[in-house]
């Protein structure tokens, strides 16, 4: 995509570098067309919410060591890494009749379907295919299950993209109406946030669907299964609203470049890395706040209801005399999850507002990013509180310990439910700020946030690899890795605040008229 200029602040629309071109400028969208397609994100949240809170103990019920299973989670984001640049170079160069996202959508939707279906039938397919169900280990099941995972989280990565592209689209250049469309994509990922941990708690699930119930996959499985039908019902459901609801201009061939060929991909990472090239200091900005805010937040994502068994709790994992307690505590830390999700979901709404109260969306996230660093640092006191107070019946320190206090388990889950706040400027602004930087970045609304998504999954990369190591190193536990995000935070708000520019007017004005530089 060429840089605005002033000379193209007229009534034609600036030409991508794709070469491609729409049949005439369009006006922002309505806002309910937005909503609709924000909407999208509540299904894909809810499959996410289900991997957070039930796939790991369904892994090791499979017969997967505990210490191998973090790695499974690995492909998220690697898939991320790969598949959204992919996706967001393909669909903005789509010409199909339906329109530039909208095919990568419904592809994404399908896709999680299948990876559901494998999924939940791992075991059932693995008994078919020869597991002996009185082994530990099925590895038959393992191997489907990996395979459908992998695929839910290509499916999943699939379908952000494209979907935070349309509502770009949508907005067609309005600062306020991208913001907006953010933030109702940030409430809707709360929404399916609070379903899905919802879906997860609930033990009878499984009486919905009698039918899951099989010798190879007992109540946990089954509810598991259940969950995931009602997944790819909401999701389903809400993907073909919004497909029919939310029409697309059709993009075709530059008649007046007929030699340029299109790749089909080949260039698609050599684009990747030349728009890094072409990127404006804005956008590195951007990237750098980015990346030091997700190696703030994903040691928390990771690790926030094993903190509460352990460190909370004071439980263990396994079938020792403490692992009651773990349980206990992992199940606060979804309570915790659920009023985390409620927040976000309240603050999503009020992004808008609470920008314009505090001076502009890069101070708010400043702001933010300090809250956040705060959290993660209060949680090395809760936890020295638990400590402090952990008693034992009888007091035999080798004996199941006593829940916390009731001070102590609200302190934790005050702490959850503060960390919404932040969390949902980390889902909002940062894409909301690449989709108005990337009018003069060289590259499209797709591919500019595929750069921005490496930007996320990159620091998820590393937190995932050296977090466990760096924990032990310190005597185990997860406050180190705390510790080190509540660095990370006040460094991102820092940079923020400092650094981060605000978009010029003329920048404002330049994409509204020319309708936003990407169509």
């Known amino acids: 995509m060429e840089p605005l200029s002033k000379n193209n602040t007229n009534n034609n629309l600036v030409k991508p570098s794709l070469n491609v071109e729409t049949l005439d400028p369009i006006e922002p969208s309505p806002l309910r067309k937005i909503i609709v397609v924000a909407s999208i994100a509540a299904g894909v949240q809810f499959g996410w919410a289900l991997q957070l809170s039930l796939l790991t103990p369904y892994v090791q019920l499979l017969g997967i060591p505990h210490k191998w299973a973090s790695f499974i989670w690995l492909c998220g984001p690697i898939s991320g890494m790969l598949v959204q640049p992919i996706v967001g170079y393909h669909s903005d160069r789509c010409t199909s009749r339906f329109g530039r996202r909208r095919p990568f959508i419904a592809a994404g939707a399908l896709a999680v379907a299948v990876a559901v279906f494998l999924i939940g039938y791992a075991a059932d397919l693995g008994h078919a295919t020869g597991d002996n169900l009185a082994k530990q280990s099925r590895p038959r099941a393992i191997a489907i299950f990996v395979v459908g995972f992998w695929i839910l989280d290509v499916a999943n990565n699939m379908l952000q993209g494209p979907c935070r592209a349309l509502l770009a689209d949508l907005s067609a250049g309005d600062h306020r109406k991208t913001r907006n469309a953010n933030a109702f994509f940030s409430f809707f990922m709360a929404v399916g946030n609070v379903l899905g941990y919802a879906a997860g708690s609930f033990s009878g699930l499984h009486r919905m669907f009698p039918f899951t119930m099989t010798k190879a996959c007992d109540i946990y499985c089954a509810n598991l299964k259940s969950c995931f039908f009602l997944s790819i019902i909401l999701l389903l459901t809400l993907t073909t609203a919004a497909l029919i609801y939310v029409k697309e201009r059709a993009l ?105 109260v505090v001076g502009g969306v890069k101070r708010l996230w400043g702001i933010v990013n300090f809250l956040l660093a705060i959290s993660l640092a209060m949680t090395v006191l809760v936890t020295k509180m638990a400590e402090h107070s952990r008693q034992f019946p009888g007091g035999d320190v080798n004996a199941d310990p006593l829940p916390p206090t009731g001070a102590i388990k609200a302190g934790a889950l005050t702490l959850f439910s503060v960390l919404g706040i932040p969390l949902a400027i980390t889902y909002s602004i940062p894409f909301a700020l690449a989709s108005i930087f990337s009018i003069t970045s060289g590259a499209g609304q797709g591919l500019s946030l595929g750069v921005l998504n490496l930007a996320i999954v990159i620091p998820q990369m590393i937190v995932s690899v050296l977090s466990g190591p760096w924990d032990a190193a310190f005597g185990g536990g997860n406050l180190p890795a705390f510790v080190v995000g509540a660095v990370a935070a006040a460094a991102s708000g820092i940079l923020s605040i400092v650094l981060l520019p605000s978009p010029p007017p003329e920048l404002a004005k330049a994409a509204t008229a020319t309708g936003g530089g990407f169509h």
């Open 252 to 356: 075709v061939p530059d008649q007046k470049n007929p030699n340029v060929k299109e790749d089909g991909g080949i260039q698609c990472f050599g684009e990747l890395f030349g728009a890094f090239h072409e990127l404006k200091r804005p956008m590195w900005i951007l990237l750098l706040v980015t990346c030091l805010n997700w190696i703030a937040w994903f040691p928390f994502l990771l690790f926030d209801t094993d903190w509460m068994g352990k460190e909370i709790y004071g439980g263990k994992v396994g079938n020792g005399k403490a692992s009651k307690s773990y349980d206990m505590g992992v199940h606060a830390g979804a309570l915790g999850l659920m009023l985390n999700s409620i927040v976000l979901g309240v603050t999503s709404l009020g992004v808008e507002f609470l920008a314009r």
